[in-house]
């Protein structure tokens, strides 16, 4: 399902117009990169977290060059589906 797809259901369900349904969906993505842009996770009650999982500093090898190089501590977005979610899903 793509992002036009989205909106188009959004739009058939609820009666606003595609446009209004496609800035809405926009919005939120926007939103939930700029929250976890900030350091902050984004709860959504019965549907799941946006959060940030911190991946530690490690060594690794480039093979071509046969050295070692030092990958940083960093951030990296993941999606945690809630228990009525994962549920409706399986």
Known sequence: MTKQDIVNQISKKT???????LA???A?????KDSLGANENV????FGSFILKKRAQ??????TQNTTMIIPEHNIPAFKPAKVFFDAVK
């Not at 939120?28 to 939930?32: K, T």
């Open 24 to 26: 809405v969906v926009e």
């Open 28 to 32: 939120f993505m926007e939103q939930v």
């Open 43 to 46: 709860y959504l009650r019965g």
């Open 15 to 21: 009666g606003v117009d595609k446009v209004t349904a």
């Open 58 to 63: 490690k060594t690794a090898r480039n093979i």
